[in-house]
């Protein structure tokens, strides 16, 4: 079946200090990706819609110039958190749409866990 | 504007229980609905996809329904094991802005 992958898996990194979280889809093109993130003991809530070849769609409250998206190929969306603090600890998941219209379906990623201390 | 709903948020059951998960939601223009199970720490697991053209999806143990017009969906789990414990997630791929929203979950476990 589709599968999508995240690199890394996990991450601690130091307060201040750039993130890049990769999401890919392994055995199908999306035009779409999807960043989700989730703190603990909560859902998950969108953080930005990622589009191929274009500027991404960021949910409202989401700060664009602090995650930053990109979605160079076909494949991969990137999601860089600039200047982390530990606020910006959390769970990131992304997702990738396969099909087109009302066949499209959704496969998440295993998420990346990201500890900002 | 989408809203996702899922009741209860949480639930203790004994092993062998039949028990039900709500999920509603407020626009009924939806592609699909999809529940999802988290074990803590982890991503998610997915259970089952309902389309928008469908009433109910059935796997194993569990059968999950879909009343578009209602706005609801419920999980159903039968004969409940410990293993089933975990975080159950309701997802609504909404057609309005073409996004997925999820409900806040519910939290089970089901006492050996």
């Known amino acids: 079946g589709a599968v999508v992958s995240q690199h890394p898996s996990w991450v601690i990194c130091k307060s201040g200090t750039s993130v890049k979280i990769e999401c890919r889809s392994l055995?199908?093109?999306?035009?779409?990706m999807f960043w989700y993130r989730q703190f603990p003991k909560q859902s998950l809530m969108l953080m930005a819609t990622?589009?191929?070849?274009?500027?991404?769609?960021?949910e409202q409250g989401v700060e664009k110039d602090k995650f930053l998206i990109n979605h160079a190929s076909l494949t991969l969306s990137t999601l860089t958190v600039t200047s982390a603090h530990p606020e910006d600890s959390s769970f990131y998941i992304c997702?990738?749409?396969?099909?087109?219209?009302?066949?499209?379906?959704?496969?998440f990623g295993p998420g990346t866990r990201l500890l900002v201390l | 504007k989408q809203e996702v709903t899922q009741i209860p948020a949480a639930l203790s059951v004994p092993e062998g229980e039949n028990l039900v998960l709500n999920c509603s939601f407020t626009d009924s223009a939806i592609y699909n609905l999809q529940w999802f199970r988290q074990d803590p720490g982890k991503g998610l697991t997915s259970l089952l996809l309902i389309q928008s053209s469908q009433r109910e999806q059935t796997s194993g143990r569990l059968n999950a329904s879909l009343d578009k017009s209602s706005g609801r969906s419920t999980l159903y789990i039968a004969a409940s094991q410990p293993g089933d414990s975990a975080t159950y997630l309701c997802a609504v791929w909404s057609s309005g802005g073409f996004k997925t929203i999820f409900g806040a979950g519910t939290r089970l476990f089901v006492k050996a």
């Open positions: 055995d199908f093109q999306a035009t779409t």
């Open positions: 990622s589009n191929e070849g274009s500027k991404a769609t960021y």
């Open positions: 997702s990738a749409r396969r099909g087109e219209g009302r066949q499209e379906t959704q496969y």
